[in-house]
């Protein structure tokens, strides 16, 4: 993560110390990073509570068990003579050699000890062999895993990678080192972009429709695809900068890993819809002489998501439902909270089918597993885990815990703690208990004060005043630093930063307590949010509007009933009140007709209808709506062109476009942190123009 069409998405004009090289998108190596330097001025070293925390965690985490390194580095073939990968726009798509600081073997006291071992394990890079003869993985060159099963004449590939340029590269790569072989199948296990978005570096759409290449994925693979990220992708993108960790130098002091993988890469993101869908709980398929059982896992990580079991290999794709950590139940960039129970359910059905036989397993993100027991105990210890969190963090609110206090109270047994699997780098303890809560009973925690809360710039104030003012509150808070107390510290420099937006000192420090907490995390998700906040407390947000993020496979695939649905969020409800209309819209070419409805201050839309009475009626071929969704024509010069027609009152269609508005990743997360001045916007900026419509979703 991811989301959509990260490639574009991230090749923003980050406000960030020239002496720092963005190859493109997201990628800011930080030169200093192999003396250990801090990249930033302002940062700071870890301070002698954090080593002291670090230290206990070297000696306290079963660091003596070396399993996972072992199986990371077995059947290694070969790594190409490249690290960097470039997108077909001239940009660096992807940059393993960034993150070499890893390999040293140094210690860390800026990472905590678990997620070094994480990020080193996630280091692997190259051609490895999965099953000798028959399955293979080229990992490294991408967030996820690229994996090639060999058939008869070709090579069935599960999950191509985000971006078309790493996905042609890592085929390009096993073609070298195994003799070259055409892409019989594709399989997509699920619906998030890193697992289908380089899809056309593999194969060509042509092959696909003339049947020589089949695409398969789970049922509602393409509602799910397309519809994940549209209605808060705006959001979803700014929020995306503190989890991913999107400014952050690759560095010690920075970001070092992304849990499942390194980063995600910057390239061009495509989709060719599937030609087979898995409908069933289980079904079986055999495609040129490969025998695959597939079993739909609704509900886990990702809406529409399957595993592939070989019954003749004794090999299972987990898909992303076992990998290498915990994953995310609620994910911090913003989604629907998953279901953690359904997830320890499906693990379960998959090791009381698969379990017996299965000697391989391998998944699109980490490195596989081998030997029956061995596989067996990290299927019940990821298994056991999700249902222990699930059941334990109910436990406690039925008996009064809140969602404000789970994350202090909610706690792994040993038994689970001491095995690696079990530990929580993509998602965390702290807001994985707090999802299972807001799931089931929601956000508030049952106090009225919290039922309609001040805002915090509204309320910051008054605690300002109670204590006494910005200069009382920073000498306890620098205090409180000094002593590692650092969570008690944002407690209240938190509020003063609300209520003196522009006080340097105040953000500065606060900026320090949330650098020594990330630091101290596990999770690089959380340790991106507060190293991700410090940041911009001490220099401002990145400046830049991102480029249009969504491309044509993705619009194509776009439902218009979606469509319709996401300008209705966009409209601002001021520039309307009062207001009424009708409008027809009609696609004849797909056969799709809609009335959409302003009243009362919202939008509505019905598919199959047409008002008797409208105000307007539209009418063009869904072929041509996708120019005005890709923003490479417009409405009227479809008319002009004799592609669109417009009937009746064309100014109720103004005004509802210019009540539109063009949502950009620029505002504020922490306060005080935006820019003075805005920067021109970058590419088109139409509100009928379709930007985020798909995501990475991890």
Same mark, same amino acid.
């Given at each position: 993560m991811k989301s959509f069409k990260l490639a574009t998405l991230l090749a923003l004009?980050?406000?960030?110390?020239?002496?720092?090289?963005?190859?493109?998108?997201?990628?800011?190596?930080d030169p200093g990073a192999m003396e250990g330097k801090h990249f930033d001025k302002k940062g700071k070293y870890p301070s002698t509570y954090t080593i002291?925390? *670090?230290?206990?965690?070297?000696?306290?985490?079963?660091?003596?068990?070396?399993?996972?390194?072992?199986?990371?580095?077995?059947?290694?073939?070969a790594a190409p003579s490249y690290k960097q990968i470039k997108a077909e726009a001239g940009n660096v798509a992807w940059d393993m050699g960034s993150y070499d600081f890893l390999l040293q073997g140094k210690t860390f006291d800026s990472i905590h000890p678990s997620l070094q071992r994480q990020a080193v394990l996630n280091m692997a890079y190259g051609l490895y062999e999965v099953l000798p003869g028959k399955i293979y993985q080229v990992r490294g060159f991408d967030l996820a895993n690229i994996s090639f099963v060999k058939t008869n004449t070709g090579w069935i590939v599960f999950d191509p990678l985000t971006a078309k340029e790493t996905a042609k590269a890592a085929l390009d790569f096993i073609n070298e080192k195994l003799g070259k072989r055409p892409v019989v199948a594709v399989v997509y296990s699920h619906s998030h972009g890193d697992h289908f978005g380089g899809v056309r570096g593999v194969v060509e759409e042509a092959d696909v429709k003339a049947g020589k290449v089949q695409i398969i994925a789970p049922v509602g693979f393409m509602e799910a695809a397309v519809a994940e990220n549209v209605y808060a992708g705006n959001a979803m993108t700014r929020r995306m900068f503190f989890q991913y960790g999107v400014l952050l130098p690759r560095s010690p002091f920075?970001?070092?890993?992304?849990?499942?993988?390194?980063?995600?890469?910057?390239?061009?993101?495509?989709?060719?819809?599937?030609?087979?869908?898995?409908?069933?709980a289980f079904e079986s398929m055999t495609i040129d002489g490969v025998k695959m059982e597939f079993q739909n896992t609704p509900g886990t990580e990702?809406?529409?998501?399957?595993?592939?079991?070989?019954?003749?290999?004794?090999?299972? %794709?987990?898909?992303?439902?076992?990998?290498?950590?915990?994953?995310?139940?609620?994910?911090?960039?913003?989604?629907?909270?998953?279901?953690?129970?359904? %997830?320890?359910?499906?693990?379960?059905?998959?090791?009381?089918?698969?379990?017996?036989?299965?000697?391989?397993?391998?998944?699109?993100?980490?490195?596989?597993?081998f030997g029956n027991a061995r596989i067996q105990d990290i299927m019940r210890t990821q298994r056991d885990t999700y249902a222990y969190l699930n059941n334990e963090v109910l436990h406690h609110a039925n008996q009064g815990v809140t969602i404000n206090e789970i994350q202090n109270v909610y706690k792994l047994p040993d038994s689970l703690k001491n095995k690696w699997a079990a530990h929580s780098y993509h998602g965390s303890e702290e807001h994985n208990s707090r999802a299972v809560i807001n799931r089931y009973i929601g956000y508030w925690d049952g106090n009225p004060t919290t039922l309609t809360p001040l805002s915090p710039k509204d309320s910051a104030p008054l605690y300002v005043e109670m204590m006494g003012g910005s200069a009382k509150i920073i000498a306890k808070g620098k205090q409180l630093y000094s002593q590692g107390k650092y969570l008690q510290g944002t407690e209240i420099v938190n509020k003063l930063v609300y209520a003196e937006p522009n006080n340097t000192a105040a953000k500065d420090l606060l900026a320090d307590l949330f650098e020594q907490i990330g630091y101290q995390k596990e999770s690089p998700s959380v340790r991106n949010s507060f190293l991700g906040a410090a940041y911009e407390l001490r220099h401002g947000m990145p400046a830049g509007t991102p480029p249009k993020a969504s491309g044509p496979d993705l619009i194509r695939g776009m439902p218009t009933e979606l469509w319709l649905n996401s300008l209705a969020i966009s409209m601002d409800s001021r520039k309307v009140a009062g207001k009424k209309s009708v409008i027809n819209l009609e696609t004849p070419d797909n056969g799709e007709k809609f009335v959409v409805e302003l009243s009362n201050s919202a939008l509505t839309n019905i598919k199959g209808q047409q008002a008797a009475k409208a105000d307007l009626s539209i009418t063009l071929n869904r072929a041509d709506?996708?120019?005005?969704?890709?923003g490479t024509k417009t409405f009227?010069?479809?008319? *002009?062109?004799?592609?669109?027609?417009?009937?009746?009152?064309?100014?109720?269609?103004?005004?509802?476009?210019s009540s539109l508005t063009s949502f950009t990743p620029t505002f504020e997360l922490m306060p005080g942190t935006k820019p003075k001045s805005t920067p021109a916007p970058h590419g088109n900026l139409d509100p009928l123009v379709v930007r985020d419509s798909a995501e990475l979703g991890e």
């Open positions: 004009s980050f406000s960030i110390n020239s002496a720092f090289a963005a190859g493109g998108g997201a990628i800011v190596a002291k925390l *670090q230290e206990m965690a070297r000696k306290s985490l079963p660091f003596e068990d070396t399993t996972d390194y072992d199986e990371a580095k077995k059947g290694f073939i920075g970001h070092v890993d992304q849990s499942i993988g390194k980063n995600t890469a910057a390239g061009n993101l495509g989709l060719i819809e599937p030609t087979k869908y898995i409908t069933n990702a809406p529409a998501e399957m595993n592939t079991y070989f019954p003749e290999m004794k090999a299972l %794709w987990a898909a992303e439902n076992i990998t290498g950590t915990i994953h995310n139940i609620y994910t911090l960039r913003g989604a629907l909270v998953r279901d953690a129970l359904a %997830w320890s359910k499906n693990i379960n059905n998959a090791l009381y089918r698969y379990g017996p036989d299965v000697d391989v397993m391998f998944a699109s993100h980490s490195w596989p597993r709506l996708n120019l005005v969704m890709g009227d010069q479809l008319i *002009q062109e004799g592609k669109a027609k417009f009937v009746g009152n064309r100014q109720v269609f103004d005004d509802l476009r």
